[in-house]
């Protein structure tokens, strides 16, 4: 059974989020919680419905577990990101203390993730802070151009060299803090702070596959970057 779009309160945020998760149960509680919080909200059972839902309803946000059948949740993820438009954030769900799907989830594309078992609360959490960042919110700040790296923070686009970069709301929020504030270093704590608006996360290593991750899409060559430097023991500094 999929759970389609569902009523929601006075004040709803008007935001959609697909819930996807083989456990019906765990499904229709994480929607519960959503609704109550005012968002629209439906529910997929594997892989191929969850593809199915997101082309009906372009989803702001995907909770997605890793373990679907059909295909699994990064497959999921992959699929939503090859969107020319409309790529909704995703919240992975992975088993506690499964180190290796986090930053395996990470390194793809994720914009954050949930350990089960979760709190419903800490979930619509996070749910609310990941649609936060991604706001395209109103902005007079010009754009930027660094030696053929072009950031428009009003149209939230990225182009190098004259070609369109494909950036999830996370690594433009981290690219865009990093550009506007050129030659300062910031530690991942900071990062975590101004960009993830967090501090109580597992481990920073989310910041560092983050910058490994916008890297490959920025940098002409990652291993030699021109942009995004590693301050040794700090932490990072955009070029100036």
């Given at each position: 059974?999929?759970?389609?779009?569902?009523?929601?309160?006075?004040?709803?945020?008007?935001?959609?989020?697909?819930?996807?998760?083989?456990?019906?149960?765990?499904?229709?509680?994480?929607?519960?919680?959503?609704?109550?919080?005012?968002?629209?909200?439906?529910?997929?059972?594997?892989?191929?419905?969850?593809?199915?839902?997101?082309?009906?309803?372009?989803?702001?946000?995907?909770?997605?577990?890793?373990?679907?059948?059909?295909?699994?949740?990064?497959?999921?993820?992959?699929?939503?990101?090859?969107?020319?438009?409309?790529?909704?954030?995703?919240?992975?769900?992975?088993?506690?203390?499964?180190?290796?799907?986090?930053?395996?989830?990470?390194?793809?594309?994720?914009?954050?993730y949930?350990?089960?078992?979760?709190?419903?609360?800490?979930?619509?959490?996070?749910v609310?802070?990941?649609?936060?960042?991604?706001?395209?919110?109103?902005t007079?700040?010009?754009?930027?151009?660094?030696?053929?790296?072009?950031?428009d923070?009003?149209?939230?686009?990225?182009?190098?060299?004259?070609?369109?970069?494909a950036?999830?709301?996370?690594?433009?929020?981290l690219?865009?803090?990093?550009?506007?504030?050129?030659?300062m270093?910031?530690?991942?704590?900071?990062?975590?702070?101004?960009?993830?608006?967090?501090?109580s996360?597992?481990?920073s290593?989310?910041?560092?596959?983050?910058?490994?991750?916008?890297?490959?899409?920025?940098?002409?060559?990652?291993?030699?970057p021109?942009?995004?430097?590693t301050?040794?023991?700090v932490?990072?500094?955009?070029?100036?």
């Amino acid at each position: 059974m999929i759970n389609q779009a569902m009523a929601t309160s006075p004040d709803s945020t008007g935001s959609f989020v697909l819930v996807v998760d083989d456990e019906p149960t765990i499904g229709e509680i994480m929607a519960r919680y959503l609704q109550r919080a005012g968002f629209h909200t439906g529910v997929a059972l594997n892989g191929p419905q969850a593809i199915a839902m997101d082309a009906v309803h372009s989803p702001d946000l995907v909770i997605l577990d890793i373990m679907l059948p059909g295909f699994d949740g990064l497959e999921v993820m992959r699929r939503l990101h090859e969107k020319e438009h409309g790529r909704p954030a995703v919240i992975l769900l992975t088993a506690k203390g499964d180190e290796a799907d986090r930053i395996a989830g990470l390194r793809r594309g994720a914009d954050d993730y949930v350990a089960k078992p979760f709190s419903p609360g800490e979930l619509v959490a996070r749910v609310q802070a990941v649609l936060r960042r991604g706001a395209a919110e109103p902005t007079n700040d010009p754009p930027l151009e660094i030696d053929g790296l072009q950031i428009d923070p009003a149209e939230r686009s990225v182009m190098l060299d004259g070609r369109a970069l494909a950036l999830t709301p996370r690594e433009f929020n981290l690219l865009w803090f990093m550009a506007s504030h050129a030659g300062m270093v910031f530690s991942r704590a900071q990062l975590m702070e101004h960009v993830w608006e967090s501090c109580s996360y597992e481990d920073s290593s989310t910041v560092t596959v983050h910058v490994r991750r916008l890297r490959a899409k920025i940098e002409r060559d990652p291993e030699s970057p021109d942009f995004i430097h590693t301050v040794w023991g700090v932490g990072y500094r955009f070029r100036r």
